[in-house]
């Protein structure tokens, strides 16, 4: 089974896609949107801010807005791309 990879943190953090789309990202929580992976400059669907913005905050917070911060974890080790290669 291929994992799919967070846009917002890079880790392979759903299990599968069907994961992705229900499943928030419990390394960054940055909820899985096609529509907004499609236009990552853009506030769209279903997170309150742009990709962009949400990838500057996960390397910042460690999480995809500030105040998620502490709901955050590690990924494991399964989740590193490293681990991941296609
Ligand atoms: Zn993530």
């Known amino acids: 089974m291929v994992r799919v990879q967070c846009p917002c943190c890079d880790y392979f953090t759903f299990d599968s896609i069907e994961d992705a789309l229900f499943e ?12 907004a992976h499609d236009r990552p400059k853009v506030n769209i669907g279903a997170n309150h801010i742009s990709l962009d913005h949400a990838r500057e905050n996960y390397k910042k917070y460690g999480a995809c807005e500030e105040r998620f ?12 791309p490293i681990n991941n290669l296609k």
């Open 24 to 35: 928030i990202c419990e390394v960054c929580f940055w909820q899985y949107d096609e529509v």
């Open 69 to 80: 911060k502490a709901m955050v974890r590690m990924p494991l080790n399964e989740e590193l």
